[in-house]
């Protein structure tokens, strides 16, 4: 079934269709919820929570742009919502921001599961910053956007996360010299 007529059969509420759209689609959405949530678990129930709103939401589509792009952006919005909620954001003075620290991470071989880790244990409020600036592409002013916080925080949350970061990764290529 082209992705076509799989769009067109859910839209029609057709289960198997959907339960095809899930196969196709659910590893690369999982990935995104991963990269946002602080574990495995939370993850998952957001992936289940992004299905719903997706095929709630399908008829929408209107085959303008890639249908891709559109469950990407449905489920990290998805997984924002859980936060905004939270107000897990610090208001940061912006004059204080310091200059976006670089983690450079030179000839060292990192395991991905490891900067996996490491980006999950960073507190919220950074972890999705970091997320959406860096993994997602996401400008300073369309984070304050979506997370109903000013430029400046996003670019201080930004900022502290990328020092955290770091620091663990020295940390980590200290260990293993």
């Known amino acids: 079934m082209t992705l076509d007529e799989l769009i067109i059969q859910c839209k029609k509420q057709d ?5 095809e759209l899930y196969k196709r689609y659910s590893n690369i959405l999982f990935s995104i919820c991963l990269r946002y949530s602080p574990n495995y678990v939370e993850a998952e129930d957001s992936l289940q929570d992004a299905f719903i709103t997706i ?6 589509f209107k085959d303008k742009g890639s249908f891709e792009g559109w469950i990407k952006r ?3 919005n998805t997984v924002l919502q859980k936060y905004r909620k939270q107000r897990v954001f610090d208001i ?3 004059e204080q921001i310091a200059d976006e620290a670089e983690v450079e991470i030179d000839d060292i071989n990192i395991p991905l599961d490891y900067l996996l880790k490491i980006v999950q244990e960073l507190p919220d409020r950074y972890r999705l910053v970091f997320s959406m600036y860096v993994l997602d592409g996401y ?3 369309e984070i304050g956007t979506m997370l109903g ?3 400046g925080t996003s670019k201080s949350n930004l900022a502290r996360a990328r020092g955290i970061l770091k620091t663990k990764v020295e940390a980590y290529k200290e260990a293993n010299k």
Not at 55 to 60: A, H, L, S
Request: net charge negative; proline share 0%; glycine share 4%.
């Open 15 to 19: 289960a198997k269709a959907q339960g």
């Open 55 to 60: 095929f709630n939401k399908i008829e929408q």
């Open 74 to 76: 449905i489920t990290v």
């Open 92 to 94: 940061e003075n912006e």
């Open 139 to 141: 400008q300073h002013k």
């Open 149 to 151: 916080i000013s430029d």
